[in-house]
């Protein structure tokens, strides 16, 4: 394949074009860098030879982004062919912005080397025309070979590592925006699905127990058990609404002066289950508690929740599936662990049943493990067991 050119860029165009009319118009005006006809080497070439070395360094300025490597070796030819000549200081300047251009726009490994290798031969040219001159003014050689090499070297290295540093700064402030929003789209998710296991667990042992009872109503042509049916369902309906009406209110933002709703706690135990027996009377259903906490220092508020919460979905599923029998709740507090334990009869029932999703295990299992707790449910034999254990402590409760 034949290697293409590449294309300059506009700004090299620019460059390039104001550089080598600005060395043409110094050298009809008869500015050379030596003066009129030169000295040594210089008077055996006409002036016009300076023109090679200016328009091959102009020439030179077009590939100064695009091709850095092979502008620097050109321009480093044509500048010392230059010397040759009557000379041209347009071409020593160009030069210097081909050194700027090899360190800025080159390879890293350049940019590193060229400032290093520029300073050594500077220090070498100095030291050599003063050991061969013996004159104070040898030092003028040195200064410039430092202003034409190692002055623009030192110059693009800076450059390159502000640019450089305010990239990776850049970079940094990206990759820290963009783990914000994804910390915020995991506490969005994570706050939905927990106001979704409040929701949940909330209205579902009220909703269960409306259906039970208007499928009954439907089922059974009595009057007796119609109103029966109506003032469980009633019942229910408000106890619903009041559980709404509290998550509505947690949602909102508290207005000053405005109580927080009470959450619920193991305290209210009694009163879940009493419910549950009014609801699951009809399905040859009991319900019994055996609190067996010692006197110790309150639960972190998040655990009482937590264990209120699991009893509350473990009697809902016992109205919906249970067959008839007792449902046993058991609470313990020993060994810095609270165990929550409710056991229903597992098998074929007559009569009604609620539909389920399997969404209250799932928010079971998230609510303990939320708390570093364990959680399991399953059949044993004929019956369905529920177990929950939580951490009874505030420091072993998980953020």
């Not at 070498?124 to 050689?141: D, E, K, Y």
């Not at 299992?365 to 399991?376: A, D």
């Amino acid at each position: 394949m034949t290697p293409t050119i590449p294309r300059p860029h506009r700004d090299d165009v620019l460059i390039a074009a104001i550089s080598t009319l600005a060395g043409l118009l110094l050298w009809s005006l008869g500015v050379h860098s030596t003066g009129p006809g030169g000295t040594g080497y210089r008077h055996q070439l006409p002036d016009w030879a300076a023109l090679v070395p200016l328009l091959t360094v102009g020439g030179m300025e077009l590939l100064r982004r695009t091709a850095p490597n092979v502008t620097l070796v050109v321009g480093t030819l044509a500048v010392v062919a230059d010397q040759f000549t009557v000379g041209s200081i347009a071409t020593v300047v160009m030069f210097t912005d081909l050194m700027y251009a090899a360190v800025v726009y080159g390879t890293p490994s350049m940019a590193r080397r060229l400032p290093v290798s520029t300073g050594l031969i500077t220090l070498v040219v100095t030291i050599g025309t003063l050991a061969w001159l013996r004159s104070p003014q040898a030092l003028m050689i040195g200064v410039l070979t430092g202003i034409v090499s190692f002055a623009p070297a030192l110059t693009g290295a800076t450059l390159r590592n502000h640019r450089e540093a305010a990239g990776a700064a850049r970079l940094r402030a990206e990759q820290t925006a963009l783990l914000a929003e994804m910390d915020r789209t995991q506490a969005v998710a994570a706050e939905r699905a927990r106001m979704a296991r409040e929701l949940h667990d909330m209205v579902a042992n009220h909703l269960s127990a409306i259906a039970i009872h208007s499928t009954a109503a439907l089922s059974i042509d009595s009057p007796a058990t119609s109103r029966e049916a109506l003032g469980v369902i009633r019942e229910n309906s408000v106890q619903g609404l009041a559980e709404m009406r509290r998550l509505i209110g947690l949602l909102r933002e508290a207005g000053a002066g405005q109580e927080a709703a009470p959450v619920p706690s193991l305290d209210g135990l009694e009163a879940l289950l009493e419910r549950a027996r009014a609801n699951g009377t009809a399905s040859g259903l009991d319900f019994v508690l055996h609190d067996a906490r010692r006197q110790a220092p309150p639960l972190p508020a998040p655990v009482e929740l937590a264990a209120y919460r699991i009893v509350q979905e473990s009697l809902t599923n016992a109205l919906k599936h249970a067959a008839a029998g007792t449902v046993a709740v058991r609470v313990a507090r020993e060994g810095g662990l609270l165990t929550v334990a409710v056991d229903s009869p597992y098998g074929d029932r007559p009569g009604p049943r609620a539909p389920g999703s399997g969404a209250g295990l799932v928010g079971m299992h998230e609510r303990t493990e939320l708390l570093g707790g364990t959680f399991t449910a399953g059949a044993r034999g004929p019956v369905w067991q529920v177990r929950a254990e939580l951490p009874a402590e505030d420091g072993a409760v998980a953020e």
